[in-house]
Nanobody, 123 residues
Framework: QVQLVESGGGLVQAGGSLRLSCASS????????MGWFRQAPGKEREFVTT????????FYADSVKGRFTISRDNAKKTVYLQMNSLKPEDTAVYYC????????????????WGQGTQVTVSS
């Protein structure tokens, strides 16, 4: 079993930046691809970005491309989401997730989830 704990959320003005972290328990972190998803009130959970096991491959949703950057430190068993040029429409609960095999874009493809961290962007 893998436990994921997100941190770094908060309230920020439009145009600002936040860095989310997701720390993992367990010894197999480097064998999982990792993803970030978000869910706004009344909306479905949506894909934000994903990173391969080694960190050499990344993929982003069009809505965040060029503004968000995903990275990982396998030694620290942590994945990060650097969010720049934040917009009010980025307001959501952000979740990190781990996938045992391959890279996925859909929430149902991921095996383990964190509890989420709230990001609120004011206009």
């Amino acid at each position: 079993q893998v436990q994921l704990v997100e941190s770094g959320g908060g309230l920020v003005q439009a145009g600002g930046s936040l860095r989310l972290s997701c720390a993992s328990s367990g010894r197999r972190f480097s064998s999982y691809s990792m993803g970030w998803f978000r869910q706004a009130p009344g909306k479905e959970r949506e894909f934000v970005t994903t990173i391969s096991r080694s960190g050499g491959g990344t993929f982003y949703a069009d809505s965040v491309k060029g503004r968000f950057t995903i990275s990982r430190d396998n030694a620290k068993k942590t994945v990060y989401l650097q969010m720049n040029s934040l917009k009010p429409e980025d307001t959501a609960v952000y979740y990190c997730a781990a996938k045992i095999s391959g890279i996925g874009l859909g929430p149902s493809e991921y095996d383990f989830w964190g509890q989420g961290t709230q990001v609120t962007v004011s206009s």
